[in-house]
């Protein structure tokens, strides 16, 4: 094959590609993987490994296992979000959430497990008015999945704890 074919190939390709793709779909869509999401169950809190899909003007998590869509947060929607990386037990944090789920209800669920743990993890909350998430990111992903939520959604990210 010489260079004037394999250019040719290489066109039509992206031709073809771009006709099954629609534009909005190929440049706005960031998906990432490695993260974790806690879900109540029955009084207590599993993790659950999700995808991230950032969209035009949403943000799903999708189960991995079942690729089933666990949460959806319109942009205009979210309120805050917070990220926090902790090497000590999380009491104080834990106690924290416990003391915001006098507001949050659904957020006692999460405060009393979160209290105890004893391992350093990045955590991206994210809260709407009436909903929220609370998202363990991964140490290689956490950097590039933090700057995409700021930028795609205008909300700003506080941090708390250490930064890491």
Not at 24 to 47: D, R
Request: net charge positive; with cysteine; charged share 25%.
């Amino acid at each position: 094959m010489n260079y004037k074919d394999f250019i040719t190939a290489f066109l039509l390709a992206a031709i073809i590609l771009n006709a099954f793709l629609p534009a909005s779909a190929q440049a706005e869509t960031v998906v990432f993987n490695k993260v974790e999401m806690l879900v109540p169950n029955c009084g207590k809190v599993s993790e659950r490994g999700v995808r991230l899909r950032f969209f035009v003007d949403e943000l799903q998590s999708e189960a991995t296992a079942e690729r089933k869509i666990l949460k959806t947060f319109k942009y205009a929607d979210i309120k805050d979000a917070e990220y926090s990386y902790s090497k000590n037990p999380r009491w104080k944090t834990g106690l924290g959430l416990g003391a915001a789920s006098v507001v949050f209800p659904p957020l006692l669920l999460i405060a009393i497990p979160l209290g105890f743990s004893k391992h350093r993890r990045h955590w991206l909350t994210i809260r709407t008015g009436d909903d929220f998430a609370v998202l363990k990111l991964s140490k290689s992903n956490r950097k590039l999945i933090l700057p995409a939520f700021e930028t795609k959604t205008g909300v700003n990210v506080h941090g708390t704890g250490e930064n890491k």
